[in-house]
């Protein structure tokens, strides 16, 4: 004899349409919930897909939840891309702290996409769009950091971006940088400040 599924069972298995199609568009959807959970997974599944960077970076223009705005940050870090680079440096110019905070630290594994932009930065009208960029060589593990920061100390006449350029020196200097670093010292001899940091980081790297 057959077997007849009871009329309980059929309605135990009742089904339920979904929320969100499976698909780009349902995972671009689902970052407008209202659930952090929610986007946050959609973010790590968009993760997936170098060509979201776009989609990502709008995301974190209008994202207030931390986890999910880290979540953005390190999906845009797997896909070092001119694309996500693009994005992150332009939040540089952010006024939240922490999203330019979390683009300094992401765009730090990306030197090869953001490289060709440095020099551009170094010369932005914006003085702390150039300690921001200051900022991230310090992570950035690229043959040119030295050179940048060289240029820095020998043209610059904010004595902030010098300042900041003297203490990524401290941590990344070596000993063919000091004769610039006792020359921006000299260059602005009546800054206090300058003076400290240069002798802070001339030690450093005189230790080393």
Do not use: K
């Not at 100390?153 to 010098?162: A, F």
């Not at 300042?163 to 000091?178: K, N, S």
């Amino acid at each position: 004899m057959a077997l007849r599924r009871s009329s309980a069972a059929a309605e135990s298995r009742e089904i339920v349409e979904r929320q969100y199609p499976r698909d780009d568009r349902g995972l671009i959807a689902q970052l407008c919930d209202s659930r952090p959970e929610v986007r946050r997974h959609a973010v790590r599944d968009l993760a997936a897909h170098a060509d979201a960077a776009l989609v990502l970076g709008e995301r974190l223009g209008v994202e207030t939840e931390p986890s999910v705005r880290e979540a953005l940050f390190t999906a845009l870090s797997m896909h070092p891309s001119e694309a996500a680079a693009g994005t992150l440096l332009a939040l540089l110019r952010a006024e939240d702290a922490g999203l330019r905070n979390g683009a300094i630290e992401a765009l730090g594994a990306m030197p090869a996409a953001v490289g060709p932009h440095i020099t551009a930065l170094l010369g932005d009208p914006d003085s702390d769009v150039r300690i921001f960029t200051v900022n991230l060589l310090i992570d950035l593990r690229h043959a040119q950091v030295a050179q940048w920061l060289l240029q820095v100390l020998q043209g610059e006449t904010h004595v902030n971006v010098v300042a900041a350029a003297i203490e990524v020196l401290a941590e990344v200097g070596t000993r063919a940088e000091l004769p610039a670093l006792r020359a921006a010292r000299e260059r602005f001899s009546d800054d206090v400040f300058i003076g400290f940091a240069t002798d802070i980081a001339i030690e450093r790297i005189e230790a080393e």
